[in-house]
T-cell receptor, first 109, second 114 residues
């Protein structure tokens, strides 16, 4: 089976940097995805990591360490609109994604 | 490309009734997924199709739930004899077959059982 753990809630200040961690256990690791979900809306794709290292996409970056079963999502220059839930999702083999419970981020002025 | 669309957006029904939801995926995607999401949780996998073939069903999926994708395009999810615990957001997603391709989600159908 697969297990994903991420913090339930985080708060950060507008303009700051925040790091959302995700740890996982799985066999047959085949990729880790990050999604953003605003309240009442669909999840939207942010990033994908399958090899170790950092993937940067504008204000958002995602890091993966397969040996440690660890990923993080880094958000820079936080804006109020970044207040949302951030979902870590795992793929093992060619199976459908397994999602964590999500981290609810609140950005305050 | 209009994205993944789901219908209806909201459904309120009495316990014991049957409900059916529809999902229209992105047209060039051959995989289609159904998830269920409750408040404070991530999406929970229910079932998925590759073209018209249903490849996997969650062990958590009761036999009251059935899904079809008859022509490999749109899909329907039916819940028979609904129960209070079925109240949730039902999300549909589609993707290409390749493992690195992200799933694109529709806005979901919110089901409320009275």
């Amino acid at each position: 089976g697969q297990n994903i753990d991420q913090p339930t809630e985080m708060t950060a200040t507008e303009g700051a940097i925040v790091q959302i961690n995700c740890t996982y256990q799985t066999s047959g690791f085949n990729g880790l995805f990050w999604y953003q979900q605003h309240a009442g809306e669909a999840p939207t794709f942010l990033s994908y990591n399958v090899l170790d290292g950092l993937e940067e996409k504008g204000r958002f970056s995602s890091f993966l360490s397969r040996s440690k079963g660890y990923s993080y999502l880094l958000l820079k220059e936080l804006q109020m609109k970044d207040s949302a839930s951030y979902l870590c999702a795992l793929r093992a083999g060619n199976t459908p994604l397994v999602f964590g419970k999500g981290t609810r981020l609140s950005v305050i002025a | 490309d209009t994205g993944v669309s789901q219908d209806p957006r909201h459904k309120i029904t009495k316990r014991g009734q049957n409900v059916t939801f529809r999902c229209d995926p992105i047209s060039e995607h051959n995989r289609l997924y159904w998830y269920r999401q409750t408040l404070g949780q991530g999406p929970e996998f229910l079932t998925y199709f590759q073209n018209e073939a249903q490849l996997e069903k969650s062990r958590l999926l009761s036999d009251r739930f059935s899904a079809e994708r008859p022509k490999g395009s749109f899909s329907t999810l039916e819940i028979q004899r609904t129960e209070q615990g079925d109240s949730a957001m039902y999300l549909c997603a589609s993707s290409h077959e390749s493992p690195g391709q992200p799933q694109h989600f529709g806005d979901g159908t919110r089901l409320s059982i009275l």
